[in-house]
């Protein structure tokens, strides 16, 4: 198990080399640099000037050169300079990160709160009216895209039955901190969490269904009701803990569907989080936030997958990779 | 009863999903519903002409439903209706191109992977589990940007580049599995070369599979399409897709008072996405014996 773990560990290194890698390319290829960029609409610095200050800061060394000196930059989170908000990357990141943790943690809660009973209760009454309402609403979910749902539930619950808060994270006229200021903060949250995790629950209840149908024919069950254990405690206390482990360590893999969503969402709602930033700046042409977001996701990505892979590992040991 | 097993257990594939949509009402009733929609859109140049529905006409933006615009006008005037047709030709063309030159990719890489084994199959799988880690979404989006004379041809290589990956493993797996069976490996005996028993061989047994995977793939596909043209980096301003129209509602009076811009471009994604889910879930029945309905 520790082998595997180290291992597991040490694969991650080639991974996030290479993700950095392609990253570092794909900035190269952005359009202006970080001179041209801090320089713009400066009409008095000539051409030879920008020149000179490009080799100062080291522009014009061998791409390897500039890579360590990027990435070193990097991981002690220096991302450099945001052309059009004129601060720090990392200032401008940490501002936003707060409310796309808290979306993304308020949609995984969600998420798993509706679709662990959902999942049970197709589980145990296969073929019954539940059953199919829930099969069916699955179905559903995995085919509906998330822009159309989000703008949908928009417009029913925002505007047409005004019962959420349209946009925004928090009303402005609240006062930090108080007991208005959560519950504002939380109303605000309702829509993007809800339009998030209503298609996310898909993987989770298929998951559950499968694994109770299989479960509930095994030996140990027929055991515990030949000793005449009820039946909601074989269900709840049986079956479920032997199905629900590896639901915890799929929560790794939900990374990249929550980035792609969060995207979607925070756009749609206005919501000012990481996902909403990348579009602005790259509207904007902000190339140097752009670059940091892409890192920093696919970081995310990639730790995510090699706990996930760690927790499966422990809680199922048939599991093996590679 | 001998004669009438044996038949039913030789059916052709396509035989099988006519059989599997025919017993099943909600396959059945996407299918037409989807023909029909493809046929209104693909027929649309016979009775609408482009030039009139992309002309901009601003003395009358934002019109509301009526008789001569069934859906009223959008922000620069032009009939909703028409660019709906206009869209969802674009979209549904774009979504087959996105899921055929994937699908070529896929099968490439994983035939190679699954009927080599090996070392080879080591490397391909270790890029593989790299690729599928990267945040594609943000990069397609990057590449849209950066991408110089950007146009349609060059925005369908951008996402096919992204959306191989699960297909070349899924293929992988399987010829991995196919390669030990003894037909392939009495041809390798008798000497076809590689590539032979891969296109002829190979490839035949796992079309079913590829098959299931390419219906389901293509409304991921379209979803993707229109979503990234919402967000306003998937197609070209001049090309209309079903996104551009939603892609108005990222303001909000328009999503709260100019309803019929963006709302029925919605709906008809949610109902082609549902279509072709339905459909590719009968396809995968018919493609797996024990699912099958009789």
Known sequence: ?322 | MRSNEAKTENRTFLSMIVHEIRHDRLAFYSILLLASIVVIAYCSPLFLSIDSITRIELSRIYQPPSTSYWFGTDDGGRDVFGQLLLGARNSLTIGVCVTLLAGLYGIVIGLLAGYYGGIVDQIICRVLDFLMILPSLMIIIVFVVIVPNYSVFNFILIMSAFAWFGKARLIRSRGLAEREQEYIQASKTLGTPDWKIMLFELLPNLSSLIIVNMTLTLAGNIGLETGLTFLGFGLPSGTPSLGTLIALAKNPDIVQNKWWVWLPAALLILVIMLCINYIGQAVKRAADARQRIG
Do not use: C
């Open chain 1, 1 to 322: 198990m520790i082998a595997f773990i180290i291992k597991r560990t040490f694969l991650m290194i080639p991974q996030l080399l290479l993700l950095s890698v392609l990253i570092f390319f794909l900035a190269k290829q952005m359009p202006g640099d970080a001179v041209t960029g801090a320089f713009m609409g400066k009409p008095n610095v000539s051409a030879e000037q920008m020149e000179k200050i490009r080799q100062q800061h080291g522009l014009n060394d061998p791409w390897i050169v500039q890579y360590g000196r990027w990435i070193g930059d990097a991981i002690r989170g220096d991302f450099g300079q945001s052309f059009v908000h004129k601060q720090p990357v990392t200032q401008l990141l940490a501002g936003r990160i707060e409310n796309t943790i808290w979306l993304s943690l308020a949609t995984l809660i969600v998420t798993y709160l509706l679709a662990i009973p959902l999942g049970l209760i197709a589980g145990r009454w296969t073929g019954g009216f539940a059953d199919q309402l829930i099969v069916t609403y699955n179905y559903v979910s995995f085919a509906t895209p998330v822009f159309v749902f989000a703008l949908l539930m928009l417009y029913v619950f925002g505007f047409v039955l005004d019962w959420f808060p349209s946009g925004g994270s928090v009303d402005i006229r609240m006062e930090e901190g108080s007991m208005e200021y959560m519950g504002d903060k939380l109303k605000h949250l309702v829509l993007p969490v809800l339009s998030g995790s209503l298609l996310l629950t898909y993987s989770t209840v298929q998951y559950l269904r499968n694994e109770i149908i299989e479960t509930k024919v095994k030996d140990f069950v027929k055991t515990a009701r030949a000793k005449g254990v009820p039946e909601n405690v074989v269900y709840n206390r049986h079956i479920l803990r032997h199905s629900m482990l590896p639901i915890a360590a799929f929560l790794g893999y939900e990374i990249t569907g929550l980035i792609a969503g969060s995207v979607f969402i925070e756009t749609i709602f206005s919501y000012p989080g990481l996902g909403r930033l990348f579009i602005d700046s790259i509207m904007a042409r902000d190339f140097t936030v752009v670059t940091a977001l892409v890192l920093i996701s696919g970081a995310a990505v990639i730790v995510g997958t090699m706990l996930s892979d760690i927790i499966l590992r422990i809680v199922d040991p048939r599991i093996r990779l590679g």
